[in-house]
Structures are given as C-alpha cells and as structure tokens.
C-alpha cells in the first residue's frame, strides 16, 4: 500500500497580523481545490491565530496544527498549553521538536519524547520533527542524531500509537537557509530513519509511518522530491507563507490511479497516456542505463508492440528478466529529446509479476520505444 502523502506548512511566529494570516487563508482558496482522498495538508499558525483561522482552513480540507504543547498538564506551569487542552480547542495536531525548539529553547530529547507522549494520550496526532545540524553531518553522524532523538520516542510510544506520528526529517543545515539537501540525501537518510524504526519497532510501523522532509522546500524543488519512494511530504517553513504553497501541495498530489484497471495495449500508448494498464512480457532484463544514477531500462512487450520502460527502483530489477510475465499499473508515459517514447514506473506504479504466465508471443516488429512524436517532457523528471 502506497503511503497518503503528507504537507504541511509552519509559520513559525508569522505573519505579523491576524490580517495578514486571514488574507493567506484566503488566497489559498483561490487554488486549486486539494484532494482530501489524496494527500494530507495541515498547517501551523501561532497559537492566536491557530484558533482564529482554524474554521476557514478546515473548509479547505487543511488541518490546524500547534507548534508546539507542553510535556505537562494543566495547572501552575506560566505560559504552557497543555496537550488535552489543545483537543479540547478542537486541534487535532500538533508539531513536536521541531528544531528550533531544540536549539534556541533548550528542549532536550527526553522533553520532546514527554511531550509525545502527553500529546498522543489527549488523543492528538504528532509530527515528530528531527534532523541533525551542519557540523553533525560534516562529521558523518546524521544517522546517529536522528536515532538519538527517536530513540525515547520509541520508548514511550506503544506500537499501535505509531499510526498518529508523522516524523518530519529537517536538516538544520537546510532550514531557513534556501540549502536544501539533494534529493538523493534526503532518500539515503529516509531510507535510514526506516530501517531504524523496524529494527526498534516493527516492520510494519516502519513501512507504515510517514517521513516528510523539510528544509528549503520550495515549488521548484518539491516535484523531484516527491518522487523518491522514502519522501512522503514535506513540512514546509518560508515557502509556507505564500499563496504557492498550494503549488506545492498539488506538485505532491498523487496522479490519478485507476481503481479497475482497464487492460490496454502497447500500440494505445501515446505521448501524453498516464495511468496505463498492460499485460507484459519482458524481452530484454532490466540494466542500470549508462551514464545515470539509478535508472534502470528494460524492454517489454505485448501482441502488439514492444515499449521500453524505464524505472528507478532497483528492486524492480529483480522481478524484470528475460520472459518474464508482467502485470503494469498507472504508468505513464515519457519522451526524451530525440522523440523516443518510452514507459515510466515510478513510486506511484506497480509493476509485478503476472499472476498467471502471459499467453502471447511479443509483437518484436513494431517497437514503439522509437516512435518519433513531438517532444513534450524531458527525462529524468
Ligand atoms: C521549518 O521551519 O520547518 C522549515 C523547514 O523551514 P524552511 O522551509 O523555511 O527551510
């Protein structure tokens, strides 16, 4: 099961004027509506503003989220906000760790674990924030300061409780600096994050739990992001405070899946097909293509053509040999400069092996991998 994505914007202590923050509101209505079904979206104003803009955000389909809640309860604690009393206002979320809490407020990892903690037992929904700071990653140590920090989360939180955290990996390096990490940075250290939360949790919470990115996320540079199988959002800080910031909710939208895949052939295709559904036989294995970084080729075929198919998951390698039977879900399909067509499997796709053996010889004859269209999109993107 592909995991919903997740976006959210902090606001940190912005804007200045409660009007200032209802004229944001205001312009993201005049966007495209979001789809709910699709993607999660919430956003965090400052705590009078969250209560007042709340109702007008909810409308939209996004969620209010605090920035922060207190490791205690109610009572004589000056200047807190107690977990259950952000429920009680009707907030489902709230934001926790969030590095700036860490580094300009002292928080340590054991407070923001407690504050997980009250925050998951008044019935909230977390986003855990962690990341490491420049000279932590300078010295090869990310992972290690992002195990650090989870650590006595995962020592308090039970296992089912998982299902109402979303951790958000922010490099500080990359916060508010317009640096961000490549998206082959940002995956590696998902990647990591995950593998540590099987082996300290479960296989199933790992799989499961949603790792947004933040750190100078921007319109321009969320699409390639997006597209990394470990990435599943982003929290959003500067880039949050415009009206684009529903560009980058849309640009995370899933494509269009096809709930009952209507079966169609290599010689449907055409230069602007997305969500293409086909039975495939593979006549040439899947390699790595030369001259990239993990994008792996492979030509398959039906009755009626053959197509290349182009994917960068290199598991995909495995089920991708000569012969071998196919089932392709919601690909979609590409050119590169030269107008050579060939089939996308990306993150959002499935490409397995048949259920049962195809009953077709491949049409070799008529390789569509070479048909000459027009240019429209240009690979990798
Ligand atoms: C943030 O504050 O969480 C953040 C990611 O900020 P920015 O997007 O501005 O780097």
Redesign the pocket.
């Known amino acids: 099961m592909p995991r919903k994505p997740i976006v959210g914007g902090?606001w940190?202590c912005n804007p200045k004027t409660l009007e200032e923050a209802q004229k944001l509101i205001g312009e993201w209505k005049n966007q495209v509506p979001l789809d709910k079904r699709k993607i999660d979206v919430f956003a965090c104003p400052m705590m009078p503003h969250l209560l007042k803009v709340k109702l007008p955000m909810e409308k939209l389909g996004i969620s209010a989220c605090a920035q922060n809640c207190s490791k205690t309860g109610e009572g004589a604690f000056t200047g807190e906000v107690s977990a259950a009393q952000l429920k009680d206002a009707r907030v489902q979320w709230t934001?926790l760790g969030?590095?700036?809490r860490r580094t300009k407020y002292g928080e340590t990892d054991e407070e923001v674990a407690e504050k997980v903690s009250q925050a998951l037992a008044a019935g909230l929904k977390v986003v855990l924030?962690i990341g490491e700071l420049l000279d932590e990653r300078e010295a090869s140590k990310t992972d290690e300061v992002n195990e650090r920090m989870l650590k006595p989360v995962v020592a308090k939180v039970k296992e089912e409780d998982w299902s109402r955290i979303v951790i958000?990996y922010?490099p500080v390096w990359?916060?508010?600096?317009?640096k961000?990490a490549t998206p082959e940075q940002a995956e590696e250290t998902h990647a990591a994050i995950r593998a540590y939360m099987a082996k300290a949790v479960s296989e199933d919470v790992a799989e499961k739990v949603r790792i947004q990115y933040?750190?100078?996320?921007?319109v321009d540079n969320c699409a390639e992001l997006i597209k990394k199988p470990n990435i599943d959002g982003?929290?959003?800080?500067?880039?949050?405070l415009k009206a684009s910031f529903m560009e980058i909710v849309q640009k995370s939208t899933p494509p269009p899946v096809l709930k009952k895949p209507k079966w169609s052939k290599i010689t449907d295709l055409n230069p602007t097909t997305k969500g293409f559904n086909c039975m495939l036989k593979c006549t040439k294995a899947a390699a790595q293509v030369e001259g990239t970084e993990g994008v792996f080729e492979a030509v398959c075929g039906d009755d009626t053509g053959m197509c290349t198919v182009s994917f960068r998951n290199k598991d995909l390698c495995d089920i991708c040999k000569e012969g071998a039977s196919l089932r392709m879900q919601n690909a979609a399909v590409r050119m590169v400069k030269g107008g050579y067509m060939r089939l996308v499997v990306d993150k959002w796709s499935a490409f397995k092996p048949a259920d049962e053996p195809v009953d077709f010889e491949v049409k070799t004859s008529n390789d569509v991998s070479s048909v000459e269209y027009e240019l429209v999109d240009a690979w990798p993107d």
């Open positions: 902090n940190k934001l969030h590095s700036e924030a958000a922010e990359a916060i508010g600096t317009g961000v933040g750190g100078s996320v921007t982003f929290l959003v800080g500067g880039a949050s």
